[in-house]
């Protein structure tokens, strides 16, 4: 039977609350096991235990809330079955705020920024739910943050904020797990920010209307089950739609560019004494309405 039973969404899937259908989606390779396939997006069910496609990657953000709306194109299959690749096309950007939680900057010794302070990650350090991240080889000091982080479904250019806005797409949990010795050995930091597999994301996309207020959630980590970050999206010192209008200033985004939008209070390099994160440890970001996503540390 291909899609959903009777080739109909499920009763309330496509529930509207804006413009874009109110759906989470995922994006997984098929052909896997003789890496001749390619990257499809595909929404879940209500349950959140079974997905079904409805477009290539590259097909899906030339056009997200038309593919959303679609019909599934293909048999519903369980979740457990497929395996997930991080939901961003070829080409992506991963932009990332620095010191964006007041409480953040002022445990770090920084003053809060008066502008959004912005660095970049590559693709390629991103991952999914449930892969293990490595402890970069010539430094153990690797550090969790768990951020809100927003997808962008349409491009922007000068945009204004109310523009911004209406441009993101959806949301989705964020660990911007940083090297803090090549982070903090200059004033740059791109080198602790893209070690291999450093930038989990998931455990799915979820779109804007389906969250609803994203200004409010409760964000939080883990590591082995200890609280190590409880806050909330309302401490951010710089919005999603105002950092997104700032950033468009400068460049131009594209549909499925990301944004992690900061980390609150708690990291590791701030305690006393620090605590960093090693082979074994279990870490968990939770943000209210999206889910969690957990990773495990190994060794290089």
Known sequence: MAGWPGDRPPAG????????PALRYVAYRTGFESGDGGVVVGVLDPSGAAIAPIAPIADFYADPSSFLRAAPTGAAVPR???RTVPPVPAGARVLCLGLNYRAHAAESGAEPPSRPTVFGRFTSTLCCDGDPVAVPPAEGRLDWEAELVAVLGA????ASPAEAQRAVLGFTCGNDLSARGFQMATSQWTLGKNTPGSAPIGPEVVTADEL???TKLHIGCTVNGAVMQSASTADMIFGVAESLAYISGAMDL?????LFTGTPEGVGFTREPPVFLVPGDTVTVEIEGIGTLT???VGA
Request: charged share 30%; no cysteine; proline share 4%.
């Open 295 to 297: 990773n495990t540390i």
């Open 155 to 158: 491009g922007l250019r000068s």
């Open 254 to 258: 594209h549909p499925g560019d990301l």
């Open 13 to 20: 899937l496509y529930r509207r609350r804006g413009e874009t």
């Open 212 to 214: 609803g207020d994203h």
């Open 80 to 82: 457990e079955q497929v």
